[in-house]
T-cell receptor, first 114, second 117 residues
Framework: AQSVSQHNHHVILSEAASLELGCNYS??????LFWYVQYPGQHLQLLLK??????LVKGIKGFEAEFIKSKFSFNLRKPSVQWSDTAEYFC????????????FGKGTTLSVSS | GAVVSQHPSRVICKSGTSVKIECRSL??????MFWYRQFPKQSLMLMAT?????????EQGVEKDKFLINHASLTLSTLTVTSAHPEDSSFYIC?????????????FGPGTRLTVT
């Protein structure tokens, strides 16, 4: 069975600090990888996704993530966070086949102080 | 494109009553739809997977007689919470999947907040 582990439960940063959120997955086959963001009181938004090709993926709002197959990792990064990045971040994975659901990590709460 | 809607966005019901939540893919035909629930400050937990015209597949621990899923068409799936109790209060989110360029993308609805009093 697939599982997703997010190492950081709550991250607190000042504006302009760099961000890296860890994500590791467990699955025997090939996967698609995703990062979603959920702002307070809002629904999920897709930040970025990896299906194949270049393991460094760029998403919206200046976020990027790197897929390292040997480490089963897909860490999210942003060089300089803003107060508006305060949100919940979820890593998710699904198997590369039709009809498979996304499995989510427990999420990381990011708090950015101005 | 690829918009998924849910109705209602919020619902309050009394304990013992049933509540139906609709999930629609507005501009595409979804081969598969998924239902998740999210408790406050927690992650999304998959409840069930449904394909049009067939019975839903429920995750372990999810009562299929309590959470009835009907996938009537390629654009509509409904979740009915039967005999709701306060512990069913949660945020219910659906997603819809379709093939695009050989990959299967999932798009999430905005969620439905259910409060059972």
């Amino acid at each position: 069975a697939q599982s997703v582990s997010q190492h950081n439960h709550h991250v607190i940063l000042s504006e302009a600090a760099s961000l890296e959120l860890g994500c590791n997955y467990s699955y025997g086959g090939t996967v698609n990888l995703f990062w979603y963001v959920q702002y307070p009181g809002q629904h999920l938004q897709l930040l970025l996704k990896y299906f194949s090709g270049d393991p460094l993926v760029k998403g919206i709002k200046g976020f990027e993530a790197e897929f390292i197959k040997s480490k089963f990792s897909f860490n999210l990064r942003k060089p300089s966070v803003q107060w508006s990045d305060t949100a919940e971040y979820f890593c998710a994975v699904n198997a590369k086949q039709a009809g498979t659901a996304l499995i989510f990590g427990k999420g990381t709460t990011l708090s950015v102080s101005s | 494109g690829a918009v998924v809607s849910q109705h209602p966005s919020r619902v309050i019901c009394k304990s013992g009553t049933s509540v139906k939540i609709e999930c629609r893919s507005l501009d595409f035909q979804a081969t598969t739809m998924f239902w998740y629930r999210q408790f406050p400050k927690q992650s999304l937990m998959l409840m069930a997977t449904s394909n049009e015209g067939s019975k839903a597949t429920y995750e372990q621990g999810v009562e299929k007689d309590k959470f009835l899923i009907n996938h009537a068409s390629l654009t509509l799936s409904t979740l009915t919470v039967t005999s709701a109790h306060p512990e069913d209060s949660s945020f219910y989110i659906c997603s819809a999947s379709f093939s695009r360029g050989g990959t299967y993308e999932q798009y999430f609805g905005p969620g439905t907040r259910l409060t059972v009093t």
